[in-house]
């Protein structure tokens, strides 16, 4: 599996990201909700990539947590993908998602140890009507987390993910479905593939975080 992951890697650094390049993850505006995402696309095969969109407020306040808006695009044929927030599987929030027909099933799960992670209620996510479909080839999810960017580590401490500068990611991915897609309490196969990578998160700060989270959750 190693030099696939070079291979993997090497293009995943050529990159196929739009929009203008900053270190670790592109700025790209999106017109449907109106937020700035910090953008990173990863290669699950040589083709086709999963892209992980991150807005954050700006100002925030240091060593504080605070909400996310999380934009995710996938190819059709991804069975499962989540992003893990600490950069690992353990110890981390991990907000994976899945299709099922026409909706985008998004599911918050943790774990301490390498095997199926349980649900988690340290997460949660408002899933906004706008920037969620699914297409031919695509689906997409966008919603707000609150809980994505604090977590406390294997060895006890406190940690709050860096809102101005550049946090380790991972991702996983599997082909297969979950067993019950309808459910976001599903069981799911373990993934075919995982990397990481440091996304810079001050492409995507948004000095109208609250109030382009409450426009896009219908509460303005
Ligand atoms: C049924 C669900 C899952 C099972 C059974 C599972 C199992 C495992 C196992 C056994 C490993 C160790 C592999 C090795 O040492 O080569 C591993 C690694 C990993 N898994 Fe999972 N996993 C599951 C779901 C997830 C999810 C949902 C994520 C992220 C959203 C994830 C992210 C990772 C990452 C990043 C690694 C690399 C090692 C690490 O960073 O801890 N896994 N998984
Ligand atoms: C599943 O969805 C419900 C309703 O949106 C939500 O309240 C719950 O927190 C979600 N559970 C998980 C594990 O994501
Ligand atoms: C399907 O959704 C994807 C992801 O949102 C989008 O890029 C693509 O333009 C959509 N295709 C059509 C035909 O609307």
């Known amino acids: 599996m190693c030099w696939i992951f070079g291979a993997l890697w090497a293009a995943a650094l050529v990159g196929i990201a739009s929009g203008d390049a900053v270190a670790g993850a592109s700025v790209y505006h999106d017109a449907e909700t109106g937020f700035t995402f910090s953008q990173y696309n990863v290669l699950y095969n040589l083709q086709e990539a999963v892209t992980f969109r991150i807005a954050v407020p700006s100002p925030v306040t240091a060593n504080q947590p605070y909400d996310t808006v999380l934009q995710v695009v ?77 977590f406390t580590s294997s060895g006890g401490t406190p940690t709050v993910l860096n809102p101005t500068g550049v946090n380790r990611l991972a991702f996983a991915y599997a082909s297969s479905k979950p067993s019950n897609p309808s459910s976001n309490l599903s069981s799911f196969p373990v993934h075919d593939v995982y990397t990481y990578w440091s996304h810079d998160f001050s492409a995507g700060a948004n000095a109208a975080f609250a109030s382009l989270a409450a426009k896009n959750l219908g509460h303005s």
């Not at 499962?80 to 110890?91: D, E, P, V």
């Not at 985008?104 to 706008?130: D, I, L, Q, W």
Request: proline fraction near 5%; glycine fraction near 8%; aromatic fraction near 12%.
């Open 74 to 150: 996938a190819p059709i044929d991804v069975g499962w993908t989540g992003l893990s927030w600490a950069g690992q599987m353990t110890y981390s929030p991990l907000s994976v998602s899945w299709s099922n027909s026409n909706n985008v099933v998004v599911s918050s799960r943790y774990t301490t140890e390498h095997a199926a992670p349980p649900t988690y209620s340290g997460a949660t996510y408002s899933v906004f009507k706008t920037g969620t479909h699914v297409n031919r080839t695509h689906f997409q999810y966008t919603a707000k987390c609150s809980g994505c960017t604090s």
